[in-house]
């Protein structure tokens, strides 16, 4: 038996497989002060469900999967740890200086940001060593000393180092870590030719700064998440899912926590990506995750899930850089939580503020006052508030009435219904845009592809969603309102190595390269024997980081071999290089050599065979109405007839105005748009 849970900021979802692949799914909202109490809750729901204590159903489970949001909330509000920054001497500003670039070149209202570590606590170490590997400088130890002397004194809780050059030479990185555990022992830190040993400095010391403020915070949480585990009975594995969409052991993830950051959303893809391929057949498909607090997009392109190496942590330029690849996930705050609110100039918002698990929207009776999407939702007829999270909890329609027409309604001159449909209209472009941007401006067509829906929101203006950009599918999966925590499931494990070597194809040192190459390989296979014993199947991919000359930024090639042995070799990287250039920039010079400066192996360890995509009922449905009276923004109240999700067999099909209830979401069936249950369990809907 295997599980997978996903800690949202509302909600913490959680997928049981059983172990004849059967699937079943639970949720129970998340306690922001103690994550951890959420993932035990719908442990003990599952529990509950299937007749049996949590101690044996924990007792049967081989594998636990997590994606949580601990530590980018950790970053975003500001509760990390108290960091300090070692740097080689006239480099202070590593963190401050940043790479450049604004988003609004000409608005200068807009502040500088803030550097990551303070430059209060940024320290420089007395040492240099050249971009080929000298030592110009020795190391200074008693300087370095006295500093750590002086950190004795600040407080300091975590220590990031990034000298530079270390990826090159690490050998005063490596003494100045000596140096911390000898004179200042139980302190956390961070090398960077450790972590990140690629090229670009602040990229790699903004890393390294990261990652060293969250080690003591998730090292207390992932330790205290498998000790509370152990505690309620589970002797299985404990796996942590990652940014770049696969999973690692929670022991290794306590070492490296940067890898933790986002690491819900980055699941959603792997999920959408097996029902888009089962359930339509593209090899194209707009994954959009609506949450209680955010609204995620990503892609599935040709098959593939596409990732980014400008992964920003906030807005591009104003936030920080984590230097790592991750998958190309876009986050706005717009999700069955998100308030609606009016500005001083009449205009209607929804979000990015989000009534979250505390107090939640006004319609759970939890002390929210202000009107969400939810609220909305309930208002127009869209949710059953007898029957929300399967009759677990009774929504107050009358508030949320009321919190809509005092906030929304009476300062626009609408009624309660033009109000409520009003905040689903903005709610639904805002992530309209958001899918324009992750799509449209890399040239994607959204009318060529289908939408995936996932999270417990995302059946309520799917059909809208996909009527505003023109797609002619949309797939809701019967496990949508938990299709992250489903990802992780069939996730695997993953990890990358890479390494430092400038070469060029006008005298390309192959000694050098094959050397670094196999250094990596060893790694993997280190990676394979260890995290990756006992799985099905091992893959091992390398890519390199090439460019023209004089060129700023580098592009990712696939390697055809694990080796570039000779001429014939160097040949086929040539023409690869050449071919991927065009394919993303419409030219290519086959004429002028290539500069490499960067390679990178990366190994994947498949755990299971084959992927259950459809949830066992945990229950029938409730004897709900024949129909309602619901309202549309085109027709105002109609009768929609209700149908239980549970309720349809593969291949019926239901026309609008519908409601598809579960347990855990409703899907709105739009008048005019159609919905057929396949073999998979999905809906796919004609919109």
């Known amino acids: 038996m295997r599980f997978a849970v996903d800690t949202g900021g509302t909600f913490t979802d959680l997928v049981v497989e059983s172990d004849d692949g059967g699937l079943r799914m639970y949720k129970a909202p998340t306690t922001p002060s103690d994550p951890v109490a959420g993932v035990l809750e719908t442990l003990a729901r599952a529990a509950d469900d299937l007749g049996e204590s949590r101690e044996a159903l924990l007792a049967r489970g081989e594998m636990l999967i997590h994606g949580t949001t601990h530590a980018i909330n ?7 740890a108290r960091t300090a920054f070692l740097t080689t001497k006239g480099h202070p500003d590593v963190l401050v200086f940043r790479e450049g670039g604004r988003i609004e070149p000409f608005n200068f209202t807009v502040p500088y940001p803030e550097p990551y570590v303070p430059r209060s606590i940024t320290y420089e170490v007395a040492e240099r060593v050249s971009y080929d590997g000298t030592v110009t400088e020795p190391l200074d130890e008693n300087a370095v000393i006295e500093i750590i002397d002086e950190l004795k004194g600040q407080d300091i809780e975590a220590i990031g180092v990034c000298l530079l050059w270390s990826i090159v030479n690490p050998a005063h990185e490596l003494r100045v870590g000596e140096l911390l555990e000898r004179h200042l022992p139980g302190v956390p830190y961070t090398l ?3 972590l990140n040993p690629s090229l670009r400095e602040y990229r790699r010391a903004s890393s390294t700064c990261i990652d060293a403020s969250l080690k003591p915070l998730m090292g207390d949480y ?3 998440l498998e000790s509370r585990l152990r505690d309620a009975g589970f002797g299985g594995r404990v796996l942590v899912v990652t ?10 993830m306590a070492h490296a926590p940067i890898h933790s950051i986002n690491s819900g959303p980055a699941m959603a893809p792997i999920a959408g990506r097996a029902y888009a391929q089962a359930d339509s057949g593209v090899d194209t498909a707009i994954i959009a995750d609506t949450g209680g607090t955010t609204f995620d997009v990503s892609l599935v392109r040709g098959g593939r899930i596409p990732w980014t190496r400008e992964t920003w942590i906030g807005q591009p330029y104003r936030g920080h850089m984590t230097g790592f690849p991750a998958v190309d996930v876009k986050s706005i705050g717009a999700g069955g939580g998100s308030i609606a609110w009016v500005d ?11 009534a979250g698990a505390v107090p939640g929207p006004v319609c759970y009776g939890a002390g929210g006052t202000e009107p969400t999407v939810t609220d909305a939702s309930v208002t127009l007829g869209w949710i059953d508030p007898a029957y929300f999270l399967g009759g677990t909890m009774t929504l107050e329609t009358e508030a949320a009435a009321g919190a809509i027409e005092s906030h929304v309604g009476s300062k626009l001159g609408l009624s309660l219904h033009e109000a409520a449909a009003a905040i689903m209209s903005v709610a639904t472009e805002n992530m309209v845009h958001a899918i324009e941007d992750i ?5 994607i067509d959204p009318r060529e592809a289908a939408i995936v829906g996932g999270g417990g929101a995302a059946g309520l203006n799917a059909v809208a969603i996909a009527r505003r950009l023109g797609c002619a599918q949309v797939i809701l999966p019967e496990v949508a309102a938990a299709l992250s925590a489903h990802g992780a499931l069939i996730s695997e494990l993953r990890a990358e190595y890479s390494g430092t070597l400038y070469t060029s194809t006008g005298g390309f040192d192959f000694n050098g390269v ?26 091992v991919e390398f890519t390199a980081e090439a460019r023209y000359p004089s060129q700023i930024w580098e592009i990712e090639v696939p390697l055809r071999a694990d080796r570039i042995e000779d001429e014939q070799a160097l040949s086929g990287f040539i023409e690869d290089f050449h071919k991927t250039h065009e394919a993303l920039f419409t030219f290519a010079d086959s004429e002028s050599a290539i500069e490499t400066v960067g390679w990178r192996a990366n190994v994947r360890c498949r755990l299971r065979d084959g992927v259950n995509l459809s949830v066992e009922s945990a229950g029938g449905g409730p004897e709900i109405a024949h129909g309602r009276s619901v309202y549309f923004p085109d027709t105002g109240f109609v009768e929609a007839q209700v149908v239980h999700f549970d309720g349809m067999g593969p291949g019926e099909t239901v026309d609008g105005p519908a409601i598809i209830e579960s347990s855990f979401t409703t899907v709105v069936i739009d008048p005019g748009a159609k919905a057929e249950r396949r073999p998979s369990g999905s809906l796919l809907i004609t919109p």
């Not at 390989?521 to 024997?529: L, N, S, V």
């Open 74 to 80: 950790a970053i975003v509000t500001g509760n990390t």
């Open 192 to 194: 960077s030719h450790v």
């Open 222 to 224: 992932l330790g205290g």
């Open 243 to 252: 940014t770049q969409g696969g999973a690692m052991d929670a022991a290794d």
């Open 344 to 354: 001083d100039g009449g205009l209607l918002h929804v979000g990015p503020k989000s």
């Open 439 to 443: 799509t449209v401006n890399q040239g």
């Open 514 to 539: 094959n050397a670094l190459l196999e250094g990596l390989e060893e790694k993997c296979r280190a990676f394979i024997e260890g995290p990756g014993a006992g799985s099905l199947e091992q893959v």
